[in-house]
């Protein structure tokens, strides 16, 4: 009930979309066009489909074009701001990568500026328009609620709680009135049957649910069956049989896909742009010490993958074979080694770690899909098999460079539960916007060395 939405509203909002994102790309050519004189405009025109695409086809990956009647207001904002990003990463990058040379980098700037001011209000608008309507009793639904015990008490008072969502419910009828379902429901105007029953009543409703099929109304369970901590409970689909799934990790699959899209965009431009840098980081760590470049370990990946991390080596040749001899010197309590002063650092790879500019190298990880830039420090398979199971959710996430443990401390923080809480709490709140928030937190604890040994 509560994800339903109209096709031709939602064909309409497109359309419209469609429309404003071309008139944002027309406006921000005479904007940039008065600061500096660009080339004509019909020399611009022909990136505005792509320009359109990307921000339509971003708004309906991110969800904006779901029903507009329960969307959070916060929502909608993150979702155009959330667009306006990646939508300047993509736009500039085939503008940089097609080296279009007579394309201001004014004009890019302004086209996003412009078009996140647009839609901004647009949203804005059309989300307070249709919730005043609905508070004055238009585009409302009518819910017949079945049954009456705590859980149907709590749905309803969520909805009459919401006043703007336009749901207004009709009755609610316990098992003594089932078997004048019918008669109720032709006496009033229901658009949805919501049942809110328990478990024991699942096959009692049965006949129920057949007669909505038969009356063409639709009907809801709602299946909150168990006592979940943190996950969450969806209704999904294998091979035409419903099924319904319990997930703690996040789901939201194509703000996952935007953030897949913006690890593989960076990386691949993050290789190139440092490679001068590469090959002077190898140069001084071949010829300061004995050894290879690079330091090659496994680790583990989401839930549980293996794959081989890279970085630049900062120890000593055979540092792993001197582990166990200085395991009584280990600072953090738990299933990893961190030590200050590690005799096996190298003078150089004491620079590499205070800098962290030994981890660029596991940017080739986050190319191959193995690691993400945000996300969950990948472990070893010694480590994770000494983690008690709670600690074994931070797998639930493709791991990263960097996540809230780097910008929180490092190795300042030395209780290791302490460091697992903070991986799953970035796990429980994720969001495109807590990765950038993390990642811009990340450059100036990387410029101070905060928490690096």
């Known amino acids: 009930m509560l994800r339903q939405h109209s096709d031709i509203f939602k064909k309409l909002l497109i359309f419209a979309d469609v429309c404003l994102a071309a008139g ?3 406006a921000a050519y005479y904007f940039s066009n008065e600061m500096r004189d660009l080339y004509p405009l019909n020399d611009y025109l022909r990136l505005m489909p792509y320009f359109v695409g990307v921000w339509v086809g ?3 990956f991110l969800g904006m074009y779901n029903s507009f009647r329960t969307k959070p207001l916060p929502d909608v904002i993150s979702i155009v701001f959330e667009t306006a990003f990646f939508g300047f990463v993509v736009f500039s990058s085939v503008v940089y990568l097609v080296k279009l040379h007579d394309v201001s980098r004014a004009f890019v700037f302004m086209i996003i500026v412009v078009s996140a001011a647009l839609f901004f209000m647009q949203k804005m608008i059309i989300v307070m328009t249709f919730r005043h309507l609905r508070r004055k009793g238009y585009n409302t639904r009518n819910v017949l609620i079945v049954g009456t015990g705590r859980r149907a008490q709590d749905f ?11 749901f207004k419910i009709v009755k609610m009828i316990d098992e003594e009135e089932f078997g004048d379902m019918a008669k109720i429901l032709h006496r009033n105007v229901v658009d949805h049957v919501v049942f809110v029953v328990p478990r024991l009543w699942f096959e009692k409703i ?3 649910i057949h007669l909505c099929e038969t009356e063409g109304i639709p009907a809801s369970v709602v299946v909150d069956l168990y006592e979940l901590k943190f996950a969450r409970a969806k209704q999904t689909d294998f091979l035409g049989t419903p099924m319904l799934t319990f997930e703690s990790a996040p789901d939201r699959a194509w703000e996952l896909l935007a953030k897949r899209i913006f690890d593989y965009v960076t990386s691949a431009i993050g290789i190139v742009v440092l490679s001068p840098l590469f090959l002077v980081l190898a140069v001084i760590i071949k010829a300061t010490s004995d050894g290879p470049v690079f330091f090659k370990q496994k680790r583990c990946g989401l839930n549980g993958r293996r794959f081989t991390l890279y970085k630049f080596r900062t120890m000593v040749k055979g540092a792993e074979e001197k582990l166990a001899d200085l395991q009584k010197y280990n600072e953090m309590k738990g299933p990893v080694f961190k030590m200050k002063g590690d005799p096996r650092v190298t003078p150089i790879g004491s620079f590499l770690r205070r800098s962290s500019l030994d981890e660029l190298p596991q940017l080739w990880n986050v190319f191959m899909g193995e690691m993400s830039i945000v996300g969950p420090r ?3 398979p010694a480590e994770v098999d000494n983690y008690d199971n709670w600690q074994r959710r931070r797998l639930s996430m493709r791991p990263g460079i960097t996540c809230l443990w780097q910008v929180k401390g490092r190795n300042e923080i030395t209780d290791f539960n302490e460091w697992m809480r903070l991986d799953l709490e970035y796990i429980d709140n994720w969001s495109v916007w807590l990765d950038l ?12 060395a905060k928490g690096a040994k």
Do not use: M, Q, S
């Open 24 to 26: 944002a790309f027309i």
């Open 58 to 60: 971003l708004f309906y």
């Open 156 to 166: 309803v008072e969520k909805v009459k709680k919401h006043g703007e969502w336009g």
């Open 206 to 208: 049965e006949d129920l």
């Open 378 to 380: 990948p472990p070893i």
């Open 437 to 448: 928030k993390i990642l811009f937190t990340t450059i100036p604890a990387v410029l101070i």
